[in-house]
């Protein structure tokens, strides 16, 4: 699920631990993303104003590809 408020979005995950090999994996794909919540469950974004569409777009692709490699390191 997501939560979030304007811009600032979360990503919730049911396992902290996929969040941050989540955010790890974007990272080294050159997204910033961190981990918040209580139990560091929920992948942050926090995207600037000045964002494009294109580089918004560019932003939840790597995301999406850090998910699904994460995702498949528990596989």
């Known amino acids: 699920s997501h939560r979030g408020r304007g811009m600032v979005q979360g990503l919730v995950f049911e396992q902290a631990e996929l969040a941050d090999r989540a955010c790890e994996i974007a990272f080294g794909k ?15 974004l926090l995207p600037p104003l000045t964002i494009t569409s294109e580089e918004l777009a560019q932003g939840l692709a790597i995301l999406s590809d850090a998910v699904d490699e994460a995702l498949a390191e528990r596989e």
């Open 30 to 44: 050159g997204l910033l993303a961190e981990t918040s919540g209580p139990y560091s469950e929920v992948v942050k």
